[in-house]
Each structure stands twice: as structure tokens, then as C-alpha cells.
């Protein structure tokens, strides 16, 4: 059973960047596509990003794109989430979980249900 950690949240002001950090530990997660969620109080968890076991193919929201990068160290069993721009609406505590399946690519499709192995979160502030 795999165990993943986040960290990097804090509180920036709007346009500021955070650069959030999953490290995973307990196996590796080098066969996995991973990905970062995220949620609000009062609403359901949504799908940020993803990114395929070998780096090869990434995916994101439409409202993260061209701000939000997610990348991964398959040596450091660490996954990234690079934050620019950010917006009070990112506001949220953001999650990392790995694919239930291994070497699966679903991209477009992606889904809450497909992903397993939560971390406990980082809470992103963006103060407008």
C-alpha cells in the first residue's frame, strides 16, 4: 500500500505562484498515472491534473491550463504540481492520489473514481 504526502500549500495573493510537492513512499509509483485533485468547502472534489507513469502525456482542467504544470521524479517517487498565476477561485485543499490501475491512461475521461491512495492534503489560500 503506497502512502502519499503533500506539501507546499500556504497563502499567496492573487497571480502568485506555489509549487506543491507529493512524495509516496511504501512502493514505487513509477508503473502509476497520478494525479492532483482538489477541494473547496462545500463542493465536491475535482480533478486538477494528470500526468502518465513515464512523464509522457499530462492532462488538466480547462481552467488550469496554461497555469498549472504537473510533473513527476520517478527516482525521488515524487510528483509536482507548479502553480502560477493563481486565483481566488484555486482556493482549496489540494489532494494527490495515484491511478487504481497500473500503466492506464484515460486523459479526457479522467474521474475522482479512477484514483486511490489519498494523501491527507495541502490547503492552498489565494487571497484576492
Known amino acids: 500500500q503506497v502512502q502519499l504526502v503533500e506539501s507546499g500549500g500556504g497563502l499567496v495573493q492573487t497571480g502568485g505562484s506555489l509549487r506543491l510537492s507529493c512524495a509516496a513512499s511504501g512502493r514505487t509509483i513509477t508503473s502509476y498515472t497520478m494525479g492532483w485533485f482538489r477541494q473547496a468547502p462545500g463542493k465536491e472534489r475535482e480533478f486538477v491534473a494528470a500526468?502518465?507513469?513515464?512523464?509522457?502525456?499530462?492532462y488538466y482542467r480547462d481552467s488550469v491550463k496554461g497555469r498549472f504544470t504537473i510533473s513527476r521524479d520517478n527516482a525521488k517517487n515524487t510528483v509536482y504540481l507548479q502553480m502560477n498565476s493563481l486565483r481566488p477561485e484555486d482556493t482549496a485543499a489540494y489532494y494527490c492520489?495515484?491511478?487504481?490501475?497500473?500503466?492506464?491512461?484515460?486523459?479526457?475521461?479522467?474521474?475522482?473514481?479512477?484514483?486511490?491512495?489519498w494523501g491527507q492534503g495541502t490547503q492552498v489560500t489565494v487571497s484576492s
Open positions: 500526468i502518465s507513469w513515464d512523464g509522457g502525456r499530462t
Open positions: 492520489a495515484t491511478d487504481v490501475r497500473p500503466l492506464r491512461w484515460i486523459g479526457l475521461y479522467t474521474q475522482v473514481a479512477d484514483f486511490g491512495s
